[in-house]
């Protein structure tokens, strides 16, 4: 059964800081994908990632995978109070419906 | 495209009621997904449905729970009766194929008191 970790499931951090979310899944994949969701909102997608080695960037967002460590990371540069939201991380298994974490609740300080 | 509309966005019961969640999927989506998410046990899948036919119901809590999809624009999830820990945000969902970019409604929030 395919399983997804996300660490830390909490994060509080300053503006002008910089910090990574890691994604560890259990099975082979070559598919992720990074959703954001704001309090009381619905989910948004952020990244799809296809590839092993796949980057994608959008603002002070960047998303890596690496698929022989089973790994997505999400990396905030300079983080800002408006990137406060919950991320979440889901793997796709190829031919079953994809899994998600249970997602990084990150809190940045003015 | 509208999205994936979900109805009603609050909805407020007494235990023991009848709940009836509603979704409208985006026009040729194949899959469609039931979410349901709370504080403590995170975002859970209830079930899902490709073409309409349901595929994979192992995440339905128990048998007060139900959900039908008469047609390709619309999906009911159920609940029959409700009680207290039902209460969540439940969400609608629904993709081209079964592995790849979801689109989510606005969710339901539901509380039965």
């Known amino acids: 059964e395919l399983k997804v970790e996300q660490n830390p499931l909490f994060l509080s951090m300053q503006e002008g800081k910089n910090y990574t979310i890691y994604c560890n899944y259990s099975?082979?994949?070559?598919?992720l994908y990074w959703y954001r969701q704001d309090p009381g909102k619905s989910l948004e997608s952020l990244f799809v990632?296809?590839?092993?080695?796949a980057v994608k960037q959008e603002g002070r967002l960047m998303a890596s995978l690496d698929t022989k460590a089973r790994l997505s990371t999400l990396h905030i540069t300079a983080a800002v109070h408006d990137l406060s939201a919950t991320y979440f991380c889901?793997?796709?298994?190829?031919?079953?419906?994809?899994?998600f974490g249970k997602g990084t609740r990150l809190h940045i300080l003015p | 495209d509208a999205g994936v509309i979900q109805s009603p966005r609050h909805e407020v019961t007494e235990m023991g009621q009848e709940v009836t969640l509603r979704c409208k999927p985006i026009?040729?989506?194949?899959?469609l997904f039931w979410y349901r998410q709370t504080m403590m046990r995170g975002l859970e899948l209830l079930i899902y449905?490709?073409?309409?036919?349901?595929?994979?119901d192992s995440g339905m809590p128990e048998d007060r729970f139900s959900a039908k999809m008469p047609n390709a624009s619309f999906s009911t999830l159920k609940i029959q009766p409700s009680e207290p820990r039902d209460s969540a945000v439940y969400f609608c969902?629904?993709?081209?194929?079964?592995?790849?970019?979801?689109?989510f409604g606005s969710g339901t929030r539901l509380t039965v008191v």
């Open positions: 889901a793997v796709d298994p190829r031919d079953d419906k994809i899994i």
């Open positions: 969902a629904s993709s081209l194929v079964v592995n790849y970019g979801y689109t």
């Open positions: 099975t082979t994949s070559d598919r």
């Open positions: 449905f490709n073409n309409n036919v349901p595929i994979d």
């Open positions: 026009s040729g989506h194949d899959y």
């Open positions: 990632l296809l590839s092993n080695g």
